[in-house]
């Protein structure tokens, strides 16, 4: 047990204090005793003598008045209480074919639309992040529990230009390292690879893509979900459009663009992760909801002065019942 004002402790140097005064109050009472005969014994309200028994309600008081300054110094007991916790980090494709509008608005939107109802449902125990990915990618926003800017973050985001699933998975994977890793190492190492950890560092990490998975530049995203399952983050990847796709006109060209299913079933498979597919925003809102987030039971300090004063009064309380029942009177 520890405390937040242990200062507050110098204050149990009054029991001793309040012991001798009934001490010394007993030793009067037993001098008067031996002056006036049995006339001056402790007597219930029936006259039956109560012997050991006249003693219990000063220890009551005693104890409870004890329990109370204890609390005064707020005492913390460390205790394993389960709760969901870990780093999620959002990594939105904000290449030019999300600007399709298969998914209404657009795909962009619709995807930016459900996480951010994701993010307000988190509890603070979780970390979000955000990241966008076209021909490179760039971290937007650390993970941390701010929700307010997170969401910033998130409606920031608009369509650029070509698409490199690997390049966000590297910078997602990044991101989570940044928490443990000092940032420079990190961030200005010019190296593809994100840097080197034992297996299962992350086990608590989670990267969940927002892509329409047509991949055309490099790292292998393959490669780069195989060192992410090393580490032990899982990818959940979420397939943005309709296998049949769309035709995207823009600066008077015209592009088909569809989904990539299999690509990004295969990153989800490698990291024990999940692939869901989204053609609407419904069914976006819905995949969020089942995102598997990890239950940790882990030891925690928490304060139990509303304990320990419930206690330190209730042992008043019996004390002061036990008083009237056997004196007719509170001390």
């Known amino acids: 047990m520890s405390f937040i004002w242990p ?9 001793p204090l309040f012991a001798w005064q009934y001490l010394r109050g007993q030793r009067r009472r037993r001098q008067i ?11 219930a309200a029936g006259g039956a003598r109560l012997g050991a028994r006249r003693h219990v309600p000063p220890a009551l008081f005693l104890l409870g008045l004890g329990v109370l ?37 657009t795909r962009m939107e619709a995807a930016k639309t459900a996480a951010r109802a994701f993010v307000e449902r988190q509890p603070r125990s979780v970390q979000v992040g955000v990241v966008a990915f076209s021909d490179g990618g760039l971290a937007v926003q650390p993970p941390t529990n701010d929700q307010a800017a997170i969401v910033a973050a998130i409606n920031r985001l608009a369509p650029q230009r070509g698409t490199s699933l690997g390049q966000g998975m590297i910078v997602a994977i ?9 940032a420079e190492r990190l961030y200005t190492n010019r190296t593809p690879t994100p840097t080197a950890v034992p297996p299962g560092t ?18 292998n995203p393959l490669e780069v979900a ?49 692939y869901y597919n989204a053609e ?18 882990r030891p925690e300090p928490v304060e139990i ?14 004390g002061a019942v036990c008083s009237m029942l056997w004196f007719g009177r509170v001390p």
């Open 33 to 43: 005793a031996a002056s006036y005969g049995g006339f001056g014994l402790a007597q």
């Open 226 to 274: 195989r060192a992410a399952a090393e580490m032990g983050i899982r990818i959940y990847t979420i397939g943005v459009g309709s296998p049949a796709g769309t035709t995207l006109r823009a600066n008077g060209f015209s592009v088909h663009t569809q989904l990539d299913a299999e690509l990004l079933q295969q990153i989800a498979q490698r990291t024990e992760g999940a």
């Open 7 to 15: 200062v507050m402790l110098v204050s149990l140097l009054l029991l």
């Open 69 to 105: 300054l204890v609390a005064l110094a707020r005492p913390q007991a460390v205790l394993s209480l389960p709760r969901i916790e870990g780093t999620v980090i959002l990594a939105f494709d904000v290449s030019g074919s999300m600007a399709a509008d298969d998914i209404k608005p």
């Open 280 to 297: 609407s925003q419904q069914e976006l809102q819905s995949i969020y909801d089942n995102l598997d987030l990890q239950m940790v039971i």
């Open 305 to 318: 002065t509303a304990a320990l004063a419930a206690a330190g009064i209730l042992a008043l309380l019996l």
């Open 174 to 182: 990044k991101a989570i390292q940044a928490l443990s890793q000092p």
């Open 202 to 219: 992350y086990t608590s990490a989670t990267i969940v893509m927002l892509t329409d998975g047509e991949n055309n530049q490099a790292p």
